[in-house]
């Protein structure tokens, strides 16, 4: 019995040391999924940039249900992972119980503020990028009608959607934006026939510019307006090419950066808050062969001019989430 | 609200409401002949997928409703296997055709195409475009009539027009012919079925077969008419609306054919005005978006009249005990 005792003690030790020598980075993408041609799709690029870059390896996980969350995140921490990337603001309660039980292991969550000592809270400035869209928005339009589809009810979105208006107001005080969402439940991230028929009736009331902030949603938002002849803006991953000449521009999210800076700092990860704005070369817009004949050189200049100035402090982007409110409609 | 915002809503309607009404059709099949399937939305999001699929590969919208009837159709096959021949629960069943449907579709197009469980967008022939009928652009000015014919009847995809044929279809073949009387008979009482000498298991195979196919051309219109390819989950509770709908029309074609278009109308009607201010109050919109399954409620409570599932219906049939 005692020599079984030991045995498994002995063997027990291994295993920890093993988990402990791999300290290989992780990374759990959210419900979305790994290629969702949008938000996570960027964090995976992000992690493949880094394994090519330095030969790494990493571990990843695709959520399938909400009921994962917690079981996902143990698992990845047993495991010796180090540090975790999630992306998501809906890991956000489950990482603020989960991180304590894990006081060696550095987590960093994409989209959400968690205070503890061990996590890395990465926030995008995305009304500054939906600033700069909304800008070329009201520019690009001729019926000085431009509409904004979001994916799901919450916060986060309000907040594209409140600097969006913004933009455009900047260029165009009586410009109209029509705002929709699709839904308030996790299936609004994927229902792209939902987002072509809200498209379609934003159309019908004169929109000539749609934004989408809708994950898989946006991909029928997308659509729909390149088949109603209407432009369209992407969101988080470069969208250009989905409908060349048809997609005005792509409000890039750079999550790509953040996964990448994570997972290169290992578990020296710092934790706190990091703000990625335009300065931090987190967000911007995107520019390419398939939207160039779209983009005017005034446009250019204007979306230069302003990122000057917000980088520089002169246009203060109102963000939606400081008070849950938006000061324009 | 003008005259032309009216049509554009009905005309978001009855987009919306047809892949409800031909699911609910499909449920209406089954469940008359006494099998419950709450497997709806995952046929549906097979036959998504294999249309979108075989159409992104083949350019052809017909080759790829083949194949996506035929991915409905196997699930069904896989539902009368569970339920018919071997006496399983039909719920559970049907929970199971979900969630194999769910993962089945998105793990088949990452490996088929590599975009992260999404087919390639559809164009050209790959898509049902929308079809002008004959006369629309000629009568467009006559007033009143004229853009209802152009606009709301004249414009929509083939499979619509499929659908709306196959309410009085469905509702003669169930009340007017000898093989809707006997599907009808093995729903509420299959023991008298088997002693007129017909087979009970047939019956419902073949019911469960005619299910698969309209709930196939649902996920069909989904995928090729309605978007341009398969996302996700994309049917996005449409089957659980639809069988909302079935037991909101108390398992009839036509009541059936109200029901989904009033969901349908429902739903465009929110995604024109997120919010309707009343005056009093205002209706948000979370609001119109529970209405189909508060209406389903209140008539299941038995408010308005009562809601009376075929007799049989979720018992296997024993032959001998």
Redesign the interface.
Known sequence: MTYFTKFLGAATALALSAGAALADPAIIYDLGGKYDKSFNEAAFNGAKRWAEETGGSYKELEMQSEAQREQALRKLAESGANPIVMTGFAFGDTLNTVAPDYPDTKFAIVDMVVDQPNVESIVFKEEQGSYLVGMMAAMASKTGTVGFVGGMDIPLIRKFACGYVQGVKAVNPDAKVIQNMTGTTPAAWNDPVKGGEIAKAQISQGADVIYAAAGGTGIGVLQAAADGDVLSIGVDSNQNYLHPGKVLTSMLKRVDNAVYDAFSAGPDLKPGIRVMGLAQNGVGVAMDDNNKSLVTPEMEKAVEQAKADIASGKIEVHDYMSDDSCPVE | MDFG?II??LD?AV??GT?LLLACLAGLFSERAGIFDIGLEGKMLMAAFFSGAVAAVTGNAWLGLLAGVGGSMSLAFVHGLASITFRGNQLISGVAVNFLAS?FT?LIA?SWF?????TP?LSGNGRFDPITLPGADAVQDVPFLGPIYSNLISGHSILVYVAFAMVPITWWVLFRTRFGLRLRAVGENPESVDTAGISVIRMRYTAVAITGVLAGLGGVY?ATG????F????T??RGYIALAALIFAKWRPVPALGATMLFGLL??IS??Y?NIDLGVITLP??FM?AVPYILTVIILAGFIGKAIPPRAGGQPYVKER
């Open positions: 915002t554009e809503i978001s987009r919306l892949p993962g998105v990452q590599h975009q992260g469980g999404r967008q989904l309605l978007a341009a390819g996302v996700k989950e994309m996005a509770g739903e465009a995604n024109r997120p919109i979370q978006q």
